[in-house]
């Protein structure tokens, strides 16, 4: 029974191995109060193989262990996946921010988790390393078992790292949330897109919006609708409607009704994937995307 | 949780203690370390109220586990008082600026607020109104409107710089 | 009053630990103690076992099992105590519930242990036998017929009522060139004070108790906590430590916490510390009173106020506190602020099983501004008439006496009103933005809350150093009273502000008040203060007089003999100290206001003076999410003479942002009779980056009533801004939002129903 902080990958591993399946590893912790504890806990955020953000053979990677924080300002994510830093930098408050952690956020699984539905829509994968020190990738989507529940197994795995593809020159992402207060808010709903351009049209797209399933979701006729064509006016009406009607919302005592938050699905689908293509093109013709 | 040693860096002084890890650093501060001056709003990281800074950086410590700062430099409301003792003034002058613009009414929220404006004037000393108003938006404040903390905040920027390297 | 003077203000030495009083020094070093700082020896920790159903029968409580948790010292059910009835209006409460629950959170019984995990264990096991009853949360249907009796004493559920009339406002209505109407609905709202609610009381052997909580009303609470415990006064102290905010609701504050505190001091003989979590503040700390109003008015085609009437239900919740009082002035207040010859007003106040109410800054008055100045608009969009002439035309003006009686001394509200209008660009809009202009009134020391008790003394005494104590029960929580104070008795005097001390917060020694409440702390309070310090003046300069042998007079803090002899002030008392072997010169001050001469219909002059406020606010609405973003309120108030400029700025600041949470982002959620909004997550006030633009303006009038002409401004502040921000709306999307808070999704509903404007 007890708390200990390790900077070793190996001895993380160990303290999991012994603790059968008893012990869990956390980073930021800030959960550890309002979820029950486990017995063993092992504090992996200081682990080098869980910090840092860099590239790495044209992919994008950052360390699970990084907090929203050092996301939301390092120079490297906001160039390469801007829809990233701009989730992180809208979460909570600067103090949650500062100790919460990138992988924390996918692991609880929360259904609006910002920098979660930021990884999905710029297609990351999480770097997974389990007690025979095997490590596997999976897509962030594929890691929600449930509201609330990761496919995670906190007791015998430890997500290190995600990776993302590394932009091209025609790409652009973007992040958007819609919250009933500017800070210590969770969002009624989020929203991010990245898009790659070729030519004229729309050669690729990831639409993902929260929450309104377990996990960050795609908005694949959305998505279809966009795909090969150049946007006009028509087509972000279409696509707001699409979005809209794409998915299935809840409503809640405490947030909003069911209708009004379908609406809004459909304003933020169309909004932020309006803003990805104006970054792309952007980054096109050698502006910084921002 | 099983009690065990602690050991970290509180207000600048080496300190071990033998504490429940899971015990939040809160409590740990004020039932512990008689270091009330960090306050408890809420419990649940909605309020700001229990802001101390961990390795520099302002965190809520009602969230975080007394476990979590072993090896790691904590900064208390008390420490920053010290450290204006210390250097031969009354308080620090983030501290005299709340005092002087009317930033302080019940007092509650002061010494998070004071922890976050610290902690923002030591990475950004120059900062402008809109990311002081970003830096203390976890810090909720009832009597003020946050008007004059901000006021004060900017006013400490200066006079931190005017007594170039003191602080 | 000579006109020439210089307003205290401006004499005074800019010194901001005299504003905000020398506790300031502690609160920025985090050396201040607040109620859940304090620490004594023995001291143990008290629990509440609470009703987990909003209305049920109590057959039997079980406490044995608590009595065998190790480190449980005292453990009480109604059986074991005097559990008299006791309230602040109508006595509806005891102490513990002995029969029946009335809502979730509920007292059943208590205890107190060595720590937190025993009191919490010894509540687990109390074993308590409840059979629920049906229970009624909505306030309307609470009235209805065939509705549960919550209260047996109170058939119908009505808990307070009121039917008033002035003028003939049938015939109004009926000559009226037109009638406008609508329903609103304002939910209920907590003051959110960031210290929760915290106590330590410590009862000795005899059973003089003392209690250490932070409160607006200290005395009245000694008064309802020494009978419901069944002790005489004197044996009963309240001291005060430093409060974490209190916006009215530390006025009564917790109640019970205090008496069931007390109770198991005295059963387990030693201090016992009691507190409530945040989540306790909302489940079962108390909030305001929700209200639906109905409300009509009646004009003439030039926009002439012809009458108006109202409709209203106040919700009540379990048990009244002060709801009668607050659902009074929510009722009856707005009535002053135009001239409005007739009015007719039914209001019924319900109890339902929900959590019990108490009150909030500006007691009702915002809640119903909200209605009525949305209405105003209404009728100026009918009428074609511009919204901010139609208030000048109507409004208030110095002199006046109200549909109720209220006598008017000072008034700039029609100034206020152009003021306002003026600053927000009301002339000079920009597109794509609403604009809305509110008006309102509150009273500056009203005299209602106890009739009989409606003034405030203060001491001022000579200490032996030459300084100055001044001696009082008014309570500062960070609004600058005490400056304010320490201001006003250094000017009587000539002394600089630095020479002179409060004594607060002790019941023992300071003189009883009502406390801070009733916009009454610096009109009553300080007038005493100003008299107080009068007197001693005339004692000292009687004293040094007597001491030489020569007349002396005090000028600019120094006595100065007609010789041109000078006597330090330290000398003098201590002249004085020694030829009466221990005493120090005194002054007393009393100020006792002409009474409230109201009668049977509360047709009177309620107040010593009222306070006036014009808001404005521009705002900008998301056409597609209907998302608000307020960007500018102009707060322009009468408050008279500002005294402590430094802490009216606070207050405004202060007063017009809690007033945006009231506005657009504050509201109670109840999920069947449960507090669902229990977090600061989800009850959500203004965050730094919330916060609109504010700008604010004083227009000095000179009333003779306060101290150099001071008048209220610490409600009056929050009054106007739901007003100005729904009328902004409706002016940005032609669209009113009718029940608070102004969300997005309201404003977008409206929209979708009414069509953009």
Known sequence: ?290 | MKEQVISFELNREKVEIYADPALSLLRLLRSRFNLIGTKEGCGRGDCGVCTVLLDGRAVNSCLIPAGKVEGRKVLTIEGVTREGLEKGAKVHPVQQAFIDKGAIQCGFCTPGMIMSAYALLRDKPFPSPEEVREAISGNLCRCSGYKQIEEAILEAAKAITEQEGKW | MDKKREPVSKTARSDAAINQGPEVWAKAAGKALYGVDLHFPGMLYGKILRSPYPHARIKKIDPSGAYAIPGVRAVLTAADIINKPYGIVVEDEQPLAHDRVRYIGDEVAAVAAVDEESAGKALRAIKVDYEPLPAVYDPVEALGEGAIQIHDHFPGNIAWERDMERGDPQRAFAEADLVVENSFSIPSVHPTYLEPVACVTDSDYMNNLTIHTALQSPDVVRVIIAGALDLPLSKVRILGPVMGGGFGGRVYGNLKLYILSSLLSMNAGAPVKMKLTREEEFTVGRPMIAARMKVRMALRNDGTFLARESEIITDNGAYSAQAPWVSKTLSERNDSVYRIPNIKTRARLAYTNKVPTAQYRAYGNQAANYAYESLIDQAAEKLGIDPLQLRLKNCTRSGDVTVHGLKITSCALSECLQEAAKRIGWNNRTEGRGYGISAGIHASGSLVADRSFRGASARAVLELDGRVSVFTGEQDYGQGTYGAFVRIAARVLGLDPQLLSIYCRDSLVTPHSQGALANRQTTIGGRAVQLAAEELKKVVEEAASENAGEQFKMEGGHLVSISGKEMGLDEVARYHHYRTSGLTLNGEGRYVPPPADYDETSYGNISVTYSFAAHAAEVEVDQDTGSLIVRRIVAVHDSGQIVNPQAACGQVFGGVTQGLGFGCYEGYIFDRGAVASSSLADYRIPTALDVSCIDYHFIETDDAAGPFGAKGLGEVVQVPVPGAIANAVADATGARVTDLPITAEKIFQAMSEGGCG
């Not at chain 1, 992996?44 to 053979?57: A, W």
């Not at chain 1, 360390?63 to 979460?91: K, N």
């Not at chain 1, 909003?256 to 809004?264: D, F, K, N, T, V």
């Open chain 1, 1 to 290: 029974m007890s708390y200990s902080v390790t900077s070793s990958l190996d001895r993380a591993l160990n303290v999991l191995s012994e603790s059968m399946g008893q012990g869990r590893v956390v980073a930021g912790a800030t959960d550890l109060f309002l979820k029950s504890l486990s017995p063993e806990l092992v504090d992996v955020s200081s682990v080098p193989e869980l910090l840092g953000i860099n590239r790495d053979h044209g992919s994008l990677s950052i360390g699970a262990g990084v907090t929203h924080a050092e996301a939301a300002a390092s120079p490297l994510i906001r160039l390469e996946a801007m829809a990233l830093a701009e989730a992180c930098r809208q979460v909570g408050s600067p103090q949650i921010r500062n100790i919460g952690t990138i992988g924390g956020n996918v692991v609880n699984a929360a259904p609006a988790a910002d920098a979660a539905v930021a990884l999905v829509a710029l297609g990351a994968r999480a770097v997974l390393i389990d007690l025979g020190k095997r490590q596997h990738h999976a897509a962030v989507e594929e890691l929600y078992a449930d509201y609330n529940l990761s496919t995670v197994d906190s007791s015998s795995e430890i997500l290190l790292r995600f990776l993302l593809d590394l932009p091209a020159r025609d790409e652009g992402s973007a992040f958007l949330r819609f919250a009933p207060r500017q800070a210590l808010s969770l969002p009624l709903v989020n929203a991010a897109a990245r898009v790659r351009l070729k030519g004229d049209a729309i050669e690729s797209v990831r639409a993902v919006i929260a929450p309104v399933n377990p996990a960050p979701t795609r908005l694949y006729e959305t998505e279809k609708m966009l795909l090969g064509s150049w946007p006009e006016d028509d087509t972000w009406r279409k696509v707001e409607y699409t979005a809209a009607s794409e998915v299935e919302v809840r409503g809640s005592l405490l947030r909003c009704s069911a209708g009004y938050r379908q609406h809004l699905v459909g304003v933020l689908a169309r909004r932020v994937l309006k803003k990805a293509v104006e970054r792309a093109v952007k980054s096109r013709m050698g502006g910084d995307g921002s």
